[in-house]
């Protein structure tokens, strides 16, 4: 990135900065912002206003904004609220490019305070400012040498972090300086997003040469941002690590989320996938994010998860095998010529040697064991990444310039496990400078290690994904839809339930390609009995209302029905449970049947817009158990066909299809061709909200939808 290519480059290094509400009483925040850029060296001008007057560190306060001279491109509002909309309307009649602004009490207080910030946004882009914020901390970038967030001091380094919350971002800062590897190149607290969001400063850390890997606390989304931040994650990630760090993971926090920022916190389960689909790799806990990236700072992204570990104590490599094993790592045993070559260089009383790997004490008197048995292993294609644990900081410059060497050689990581890491220690500033991640717990490092290897497969993810997008596959060409089926959409939008009846919904889906069954519909018993007969025996007959959405649980399904009688006994249940089962003033029919099908896995596919993401895939588990089984993968669409495959395969549903205890595998491909169907149209048909076929049913035949639903958008 140079000079001005970014959009907000002058964010990020200012020629000028404005401090509207500069203060010189100690404690103040207009008093600590204006310190911390005089004596961290902001090499650009500096211009404190205060209409009082005053002084701080030999400079004069400025009446007016008008007063400062040269260009101003950053204007730190700290004055309170209400206060707020009067100083934005100066910096934007000055066109300065951007605001910050630091008060609390706009959107996150409810209605009144949400007109407050909408109207500062609008004040703001009139004379084309930004705004930062409100309610943040905000912006450090060490490249300029600015804190604007007065967090004093912010360790520099690679590692970029978003954050919606601003006392993490303290927090994470302060633990920084107690842990050497890592520091940060910008850091950003985007308080309420009111106008730029998360998405907006992803893409300048994409682009910055100074940032590494990217971290990012997010708890929701701006208002209509999702998709903006899914896609900002899939063009980093293809470039630099993104790592992201979720609250509201819990119904609690969710609710935490929304009366911290006035963010609106999604799905979790939805939002994870999605973000992993994007190339992401999660983080769970916030005292584990440094270590984490710390790894990504330095460390090669491995090829695989597999893991070779090598170290001192058997304790220690149960442990780290343990935390290895359970964090998603895969530990491999040794070929028999590794573990040859391996025995001759360790004691012969050396119990552990085929993976985990245990020196048997032999590198407390010769340092040199970790290299002899290193390199073999590293040569195994098997090894993915190297963890070594359970060291006593013996090691050397020849050691670790060894390490780094072979980690650049194979393009393997290799983590450090020691004892006395979190100790000041001559032994390992080789280690440090040479930046191999240096680790107090074996089970952070192989947690860390875990991240790696997930950081490895979103890398390709992501590139892919790209790739795609770039050829131009998303768009698909659809026939316009038939004038029957567009009356159907016009009709059900102004239904109350807005939804098609089942046998509209079938047609639809048939439409882009989705397999449906036969069906007939009937409004009285012989004619039931007559579409039966037409259809062959068995069949199955179902209440033909929109306004049903489950119909099992309102008693209008009857499966396998093998006589005229049973169909008309069917036929009078269906009008008992629903209180009439005869033609409506409209016409319509009272019931639906459609051959009998048995076997196969039932499943759950569908389609639908979600708030927040965006257009979004499912499919899981089907039949009466969808909803109590809660076995789901969700992935945003457009999508290439390799993460359709992979969403299947990441259910049970998807495990179940292919067989075994007698049953034949189902056709695995046109369970995935019916979900591109559903992609089509939901982004083919702007009125469809919701599209769903459940179950879909799979055997090595095909699949077949048995049931569908459509809910439409309010016209």
């Known amino acids: 990135m140079e000079g001005d290519a970014h959009a907000l480059a002058r964010l990020f290094d200012p020629r000028g900065v404005a401090i509207l509400g500069a203060s010189q009483a100690p404690g103040k925040y207009g008093t600590i912002l204006l310190q911390t850029l005089i004596e961290e060296g902001f090499a650009g001008a500096i211009h404190p206003v205060n209409p009082k007057g005053g002084a701080l560190l030999g400079r004069p306060f400025l009446k007016s904004l008008d007063d400062a001279h040269g260009p101003v491109d950053v204007a730190l509002v700290v004055r309170p609220a209400p206060e707020v909309p009067a100083a934005i309307q100066d910096v934007a009649r000055r066109r300065i490019p951007f605001a910050i602004v630091y008060a609390a009490g706009f959107s996150e207080h409810g209605e009144e305070g949400l007109r407050l910030e909408r109207d500062m946004v609008a004040t703001a882009a009139a004379g084309g400012t930004r705004i930062v914020g409100p309610n943040c901390m905000n ?16 360790p520099e380094g690679g590692l970029g972090f978003l954050s919606a919350s601003g006392n993490l971002g303290y927090a994470l800062a302060r633990e920084a300086m107690r842990r050497p590897g890592v520091g940060f190149s910008r850091f950003v607290s985007a308080g309420n997003q009111a106008d730029l969001a998360l998405d907006d400063y992803l893409d300048y850390l994409r682009a910055d040469p100074h940032t590494r890997a990217v971290l990012v606390f997010v708890e929701g989304f701006a208002r209509g941002r999702g998709r903006a931040f899914l896609e900002a994650v899939e063009g980093t990630a293809a470039e630099k690590p993104v790592l992201v760090l979720r609250g509201g993971r819990t119904r609690a926090g969710r609710r935490s989320a929304r009366s911290h920022t006035g963010a609106l916190a999604g799905e979790a389960e939805a939002l994870a996938q999605a973000l992993e689909q994007a190339g992401a790799v999660l983080v769970d806990r916030a005292d584990e994010a440094l270590s984490i990236a710390q790894a990504f700072l330095t460390s090669p992204l491995p090829a695989g998860p597999a893991v070779a570990l090598v170290g001192e104590g058997g304790g220690h490599a149960t442990l780290t095998s343990d935390a290895a094993s359970e964090a998603g790592l895969r530990i491999d045993p040794l070929p028999e010529g590794v573990v040859a070559a391996l025995r ?4 012969p009383f050396a119990a552990i040697v085929s993976n985990p790997v245990e020196l048997a004490g032999r590198s407390e008197y010769d340092v040199r064991a970790y290299e002899n048995v290193l390199d073999p292993i590293l040569d195994w294609p098997g090894c993915d990444q190297v963890i070594l644990f359970g060291g006593y900081a013996l090691y050397d410059e020849a050691l670790a310039g060894f390490l780094d060497r072979r980690r650049r050689e194979t393009r393997k990581p290799i983590l450090i496990h020691d004892l006395y890491a979190d100790e000041e220690r001559a032994a390992f500033a080789p280690l440090r400078r040479l930046g191999l991640p240096l680790y107090a717990s074996s089970e952070i490092a192989a947690r860390a290690g875990a991240a ?3 950081g490895g497969r979103a890398r390709e993810r992501a590139i892919r994904t790209l790739q795609w997008r770039r050829a131009g596959r998303p768009a698909g060409d659809v026939a316009p839809l038939p004038p029957d089926l567009r009356a159907a959409i016009d009709d059900g939008r102004r239904r109350p339930e807005r939804a098609l009846s089942e046998d509209e919904a079938a047609r639809l889906l048939a439409h882009f390609g989705v397999p ?3 069906a007939r519909l009937a409004g009285d018993e012989e004619s039931a009995v007559d579409a039966a007969a037409s259809l062959g025996f068995p069949v199955v007959l179902k209440v033909h209302d929109p306004a049903v959405v489950h119909k099992s649980d309102a008693g209008g399904v009857h499966l396998d029905l093998r006589t005229p009688e049973e169909v008309r006994q069917a036929y ?3 009008g008992r449970s629903q209180g009439a089962a005869r033609p409506s003033t409209s016409g319509r029919a009272a019931v639906r049947l ?3 099908r048995r076997g196969g896995v039932e499943t759950i596919a569908g389609a639908r817009r979600d708030e927040h993401l965006g257009p979004v895939l499912l499919f899981g588990t089907g039949g009466t158990d969808a909803e109590s089984v809660r076995d789901v993968a969700l992935r945003t669409i457009p999508c290439p066909r390799g993460t359709i495959d992979g969403m299947i395969g990441s259910t049970g549903a998807g495990r179940r299809l292919a067989g075994g205890r007698g049953r034949p595998a189902a056709d695995r491909s046109a369970v995935a061709a019916t979900l591109e169907a559903l992609a089509r ?3 083919s048909v702007a009125e469809v909200a919701d599209a769903e076929v459940n179950p879909l049913l799979c055997s090595a035949d095909g699949a077949v939808a048995l049931d569908a ?3 439409l958008h309010e016209p």
Do not use: G, K, W
Request: proline share 13%.
């Open 139 to 154: 912006i450090f970038s060490a490249p300029a040498r600015l804190n604007l967030s007065a967090i004093v001091p912010f």
């Open 344 to 347: 001759a260089h360790l004691p």
């Open 452 to 454: 790696l290897a997930r």
């Open 516 to 518: 449906v069954l036969p």
């Open 572 to 574: 009078r249940e269906t």
């Open 594 to 596: 459609t051959p009998f």
């Open 681 to 683: 149209l939901l982004l």
């Open 709 to 711: 639903r459509v809910i």
